[in-house]
């Protein structure tokens, strides 16, 4: 067998299992399985706190009424933000980060890591957090990629950025045309539990035109839902052990 012909027979016995190692973290994916199985990549933590997330922000249009209502429910959150808007909207990733918010990293673009290899899944990564380390003077510590997908690329990628992934526990599905305000809220408190975390989003720039409004109209019953369960209400950062005590952080 000479060289050329052996090499091009390693390659094809060897690609399929790259690829499958690549995508093995894809079952992460799977709420229930990552839920049991997976807890700190779920974003469980300690019992008598919930996490609240936002997604694809921010955006000058929608973003500045949930930072609105924050404010007046006395309560923070993680924000997950995309480096591209990011960019768009510096001013507004400050005022987040003004008002006592925890900013993360959901990437550069809300593209699928799953058609990345490693070296672009880097460089879409420390792009992005190092936007938000420029704009906040904080480096970001949590990281969670578009449409929850983990590729091993993402794994190794984070850690050598000193990013966590944070996926989420229970969501609204409020990125869909026909959500409401009811079924949002619905949809979230069906999987809803202390430790858990709840993923909604700011901005409608990868769901349908408007779709934030369903998550803003929620917002208030979720927080209530939370609050009548003893349940306080926080940030990623307050969400594991060591956290603030229920009084500091209660709406």
Partial sequence: ?????????????????????HAAPVVSTFGPLRNRVMPRLAGQGRSDHVALTFDDGPDPLSTPFFLRLLAERRVHATFFLLGSEAR????????????????AVHGWRHRPLLLRGPRATYDDLARA???????????????????GVMTTAAHFTARRLGLTPVLWTCWGEDWRARATPR???RTVTADLRGGGTILLHDSDCTSAPGAWRSALGALPHILDTCQESGQAVGPLRDHWAGGPSRARSEP
Avoid: W
């Fill in 129 to 147: 957090r190092d936007l938000v380390a420029d704009l906040t003077g904080r480096q970001p510590r949590l990281f969670r990629p578009p449409y």
């Fill in 183 to 185: 079924s949002v809220h």
């Fill in 88 to 103: 768009r909207s510096p001013g507004l990733v400050r005022d987040i980060a003004l008002a006592g918010h925890e900013i």
């Fill in 1 to 21: 067998m000479t060289t050329a012909r052996l090499l091009r027979t390693t390659a094809l016995v060897a690609l399929p299992a790259l690829a499958a190692a």
